[in-house]
């Protein structure tokens, strides 16, 4: 199965700009199915981005965050190359992770 | 090249050190570490679970805090549509260790918390859910000191559902 994480991962002198694009339904469980049933909280509670072992990044989410969540954030230090680690966990205790390169 | 000669035993003691070494950072990454890692972050469950703005940043920082112009909120005037409004933070605060999103008019404030170490830089862009036309508040915590900004969004369709 393809991953579910999607990075692009740009270092631009010593910044390096990362956008992180996740497939995942985010059910904020207050919305209803077809039948009327409320459909259960199903999200991404975190998010962590490492950069040569240590987290550049650390997301907290609730259900307000939209489905197929996408964050953009840089940091210093990164240069192309190098591996980022992305990995998510969500209130079901379901996982993804993904190394991709700096470009 | 003998194990016992007096010139030799240092280095090869160093090299295998060396070995060591890069095995253990090559754990570093595996699944050991993000349990490490999840631990040092816990997820604050009970911030997430309060319904106003003012109880989850109590929940979330336990003090309140001041309006400041050091804080940039971009969000739209109008969100066509409350399912998907992006929402950009930054600030041109020092030492920034953390930013959170909150959206007054859902069922639980608090949308997203983002931990910032040193060497990230103290801005952000996300996607989030709005229920209805309310305020976005940011909360950026910098140097020990909580500081924030306030936009009210227009909301044509709602994005909570139900």
Redesign the interface.
Known sequence: MASSIRVRAIASGD?TEVQALIQHP?D?G???DEQGR?IPPHFI??L?V?HD???????????????D?????????GSKGDEL?V?W?DNQGATD?LAAKIQ | MSIDHPGLAPTRRLVLQGIVTVML?GL??GPW??AL??A??P??EDA?RQKSEADAIRALYGRTAAPSDQVKLDAPEIAENG???PI?VSATLADVTSIALL?SG???A????????A???P????????QQTCNVTAIVEAGGQLYSATKEVKVTVG????
């Open positions: 910044t985010m904020s207050f919305v209803k409320l509670q975190q962590h490492e072992g240590k987290d550049v990044f650390v997301a907290s989410w609730g259900p307000a965050v939209a489905k969540p996408y964050v953009k954030f840089s940091f210093k230090g680690r990995s966990i992770q | 950072i570093g990454n570490r993000q890692a999840a040092n972050d997820y604050p997430f399912a998907v409004v950009a959206v859902n069922p639980n608090l949308a997203a918390s983002y931990r910032i170490p060497g990230t830089l801005s952000v862009a996300n996607r989030l859910k709005m994005g909570c559902g139900g």
